[in-house]
């Protein structure tokens, strides 16, 4: 199966190429063009390249790493995934695409499921469902993987942001009560790499499925852990304090789930992946952070 991928240069592609080669499987990449991701290139890679499945990971790094929730940003990524997906439509190409617990409103006390109706607290978690719900109707032959918190070894991202912070201050502001499965990108990436060696062998398994490492917790359980890690490999001399807010008025968590929390057991029961735990995972992920 010829696979494309969109957005080798990030994180994620970088983490899921590396996993490919080493089990010897080959993966087209594709790395954004430095205009940025036009609409008509859309039909330019499906034109020339013709795959046999598109891997959709353009936008990872402003959904995922940055959140950016600005009209011009998300307007670009509606256009260009917009067209993608009715290219695809038009050649019958599937499609495979990204997207996160952004789509639920957070107010379930336990984890979501594919079966939960959706309703997006803000602008980047309406575009994703938007375009999920388009996928659905173009494209009979889709995957959508939905993750909770996916962390990277990326500066700007919001694990090396945390890194900073608690570097940098001794007392940190956090929010009550907000939970979700912290997954590294490449247990992340372990995951997708599963799901296409799967269809690749052409099983018929399209849908939408969620993933997050095992055992949910809170933001402020994940950064004690974090603090105790960076302690421990000499990189954070004391514990900073947490002064607990109410999740509602963190201005930097407008339109991000209170609960993003994710159950895993569809993608479980169809492809047989395994959760990985997320504490087993970190001490890698937050020494390529302080290289």
Request: a negative charge; one cysteine or more; aromatic letters at 6%.
């Amino acid at each position: 199966m010829r696979v494309l991928v969109l957005g080798a240069e990030n994180s994620m592609g970088q983490a899921l190429l590396s996993q490919a080669a080493a089990e010897f499987i080959r993966l087209e990449a594709v790395e954004r063009p430095e205009q940025g991701w036009q609409p008509d290139m859309a039909d330019q890679l499906l034109n020339g390249a013709k795959p046999d499945l598109i891997l959709n990971l353009a936008f990872y790094r402003e959904q995922f790493q940055l959140g950016l929730q600005d009209a011009q940003t998300l307007e670009a990524q509606r256009a260009f995934e917009e067209r993608l997906i009715e290219g695809c439509a038009a050649r019958q190409t599937p499609l495979m695409m990204l997207s996160s617990a952004r789509v639920f409103d957070g107010r379930k006390s336990s984890a979501y499921t594919e079966k939960d109706e959706e309703s997006p607290a803000g602008a980047l978690g309406q575009l994703q469902l938007d375009l999920e719900r388009l996928l659905r109707d173009r494209c009979p032959q889709h995957v959508i993987l939905r993750f909770s918190w996916l962390l990277d070894a990326c500066p700007d991202g919001p694990l090396g942001q945390l890194v900073d912070q608690l570097k940098s201050t001794r007392l940190i502001t956090l929010a009550e009560e907000w939970r979700g499965n912290p997954t590294p990108v490449a247990d992340a990436a372990r995951v997708i790499l599963s799901v296409l060696k799967q269809i690749d062998c052409a099983a018929p398994l399209w849908g939408t499925y969620h993933y997050g490492s095992s055992e949910a917790t809170t933001w402020i359980g994940f950064v004690q852990y974090v603090m105790q890690e960076l302690i421990g490999s000499g990189q954070l001399q004391a514990d900073v304090a947490i002064e607990p807010a109410p999740f509602e008025t963190l201005s930097a968590l407008g339109g991000r789930p209170r609960n993003a929390a994710l159950l895993a057991r569809q993608l479980m029961m169809v492809f047989g992946i395994k959760q990985r735990s997320w504490r087993a995972q970190m001490p890698e992920l937050l020494e390529q952070l302080g290289r």
